[in-house]
């Protein structure tokens, strides 16, 4: 919810609207109008000037730059997803899609490409409730809480998913949240349902040097937040230790905060959130 209305403020924002695309706003906008009483509040007050205001003192407080780093971090992947597209691959997985606007984008570009998303139940019944007029033929909605149950590979090939065709398979902002023997549990499914070439996109939280796995500029607030909620970051990996660690899948390249700033045209003098890194691997 707060990365959806992120990324409606962005678009609004004459500085930073050409990192969000009108489709990608207009998608979140709606998802926001349409889910719950909270959301439609949210989305009603999001085009006041005295939001955005408080808004952009809330991230100064909290992670400076944030917003704009889950923007150019779905720009970054989107890119990815589309290159792997045009290059061969059939088939898209975004695994913990959220109120992630991709899928429906995907869908308008590629008519031939089949696309699943495989998100908690309550996350996904509020999307599919704001978003009722899907075609079931070309994109598929799959239930799966991973923090309980393993990804439930029969529902996904009974789904129509097949394992012999190039795969591009995406995880964004999900792997931290998940405990380190999870990670590596579902490494080893994706491989298995993953032919040659098929390529998996994720992120990860980069260990900071006392230990902690944060946002480089985060502060005690967002510590106490995520304990609250019951959403702590648990997993994170040095990006030296992440080539083992995904082997036999194979890095192709790591996105830092540095490559976001560049894909954005950003400048140095704008606050970036960092510690959150972008790994493109592939299957051999």
Known sequence: MLIALGLVLLRRDPKHSPVVSDAAADLCGGILERCSAQTRFLAAIAGQPWFRAVAKLIERLTIPGILLHYALRKRCIAKLARAA????????????????????????????????????????????????????????????DLNVTALDRDA??????????????????????LPAEIVLSL???????????????????????????????QSKL?????????EPF????????????????RTVRIFDDVDLRAL????????????????????S
């Open 85 to 144: 597209l045009e290059n061969g691959a059939t088939q898209v997985v975004v695994i913990g899609a959220g109120f992630d606007p991709l899928t429906f984008e995907l869908r308008r570009e590629f008519g031939a490409a089949r696309l699943w998303e495989i998100d908690h139940p309550a996350t996904q019944r509020c999307k599919l409730r704001a978003l009722p007029k899907i075609d079931n033929h070309q994109l598929h909605f799959l239930a799966n």
């Open 156 to 177: 996904l090939i009974d789904s129509g998913f097949s394992p012999a065709q190039r795969t591009f398979w995406i995880a964004e902002g999900l792997l931290m949240y």
């Open 187 to 217: 490494l080893t499914t994706l491989r298995d349902l993953s032919a040659p070439m098929s390529q998996f996109a994720f992120t990860f939280m980069e260990r900071q040097g006392d230990g902690r796995i944060r946002f480089k500029q």
């Open 222 to 230: 967002v510590d106490w937040w995520l304990q609250k909620r019951g």
């Open 234 to 249: 648990v997993w994170g990996i040095d990006r030296g230790e992440i080539a083992e660690f995904i082997q036999p899948w």
């Open 264 to 283: 954005g045209s950003i400048s140095s003098a704008v606050p970036l959130a960092a510690g959150e890194l972008i790994c493109l691997a592939e299957n």
